[in-house]
Antibody, heavy 122, light 107 residues
Framework: EVQLVESGGRMEQPGRSLRLSCVGS????????MHWVRQFPGKGLEWVAG????????EYAESVKGRFTISRDNDKNSMSLQMDRLRPEDSALYYC???????????????WGQGTLVTVSS | EVVLTQSPGTLSLSLGERATLSCRAS???????LAWYQKKPGQAPRLLIY???YRASAIPDRFSGSGSGTEFTLTISRLEPEDFAVYYC?????????FGQGTKVEI
């Protein structure tokens, strides 16, 4: 069974940093791209960042480009999101998501973790 | 960036009825890169449809997807109690992934 488990979410002040982590199991982790997707309180979904299976390609939403960094360690079946210069509008539930098969990115998200909550507030 | 607009915002239907959800894109979307998800409160989103019309693993056949270009549709042929949820369409293109704002299917 595929499992994705996030950790690292907490309350942090604006301008500070936070690092989210995700560990995957139940599948061949290094065969698939991975992503972070967030859900704002009471609102919709927003893709945040994606990383290819071998880390050669990293893509970011405009809203986080230059502030967030996605990385992965295939030896540890893990992925991380380094979040710098946090803003209140980054407050959301952050999901670790597995990409579907195909090329650098399959284009869709076929498995989701349960999410980790980030709150940015002074 | 491709903007996805879903309609209606809320769909009020009864058990056994047919639900038709629309997703309109601001630019042409490759049919290989259009997906639909179901989201229930307190749960992670679940992939229903990928590649416009392919059902994901373990998804009942009452769910179907269709469309091309800028117009896509998710159809639930006969609503079951567990189908009342929020549904999102999503596209991938030019290294960006975007979601629609969601359609809530309620009783």
């Amino acid at each position: 069974e595929v499992q994705l488990v996030e950790s690292g979410g907490r309350m942090e002040q604006p301008g500070r940093s936070l690092r989210l982590s995700c560990v995957g199991s139940g599948y061949s982790f290094d065969d698939f791209a991975m992503h972070w997707v967030r859900q704002f309180p009471g609102k919709g979904l927003e893709w945040v960042a994606g990383i290819s299976w071998n880390s050669d390609k990293r893509e970011y939403a405009e809203s986080v480009k230059g502030r967030f960094t996605i990385s992965r360690d295939n030896d540890k079946n893990s992925m991380s999101l380094q979040m710098d210069r946090l803003r209140p509008e980054d407050s959301a539930l952050y999901y670790c998501v597995k990409d579907g098969p195909g090329g650098w990115f399959g284009g869709y998200f076929d498995r989701w973790g349960q999410g980790t909550l980030v709150t940015v507030s002074s | 960036e491709v903007v996805l607009t879903q309609s209606p915002g809320t769909l009020s239907l009864s058990l056994g009825e047919r639900a038709t959800l629309s997703c309109r894109a601001s630019q042409n979307v490759d049919t290989g890169y259009l997906a639909w998800y179901q989201k229930k409160p307190g749960q992670a989103p679940r992939l229903l449809i990928y590649g416009t019309s392919y059902r994901a693993s373990a998804i009942p056949d009452r769910f179907s997807g269709s469309g091309s270009g800028t117009e896509f549709t998710l159809t639930i042929s006969r609503l079951e109690p567990e189908d009342f949820a929020v549904y999102y369409c999503q596209q991938y293109g030019r290294s960006l992934w975007t979601f629609g704002q969601g359609t809530k299917v309620e009783i």
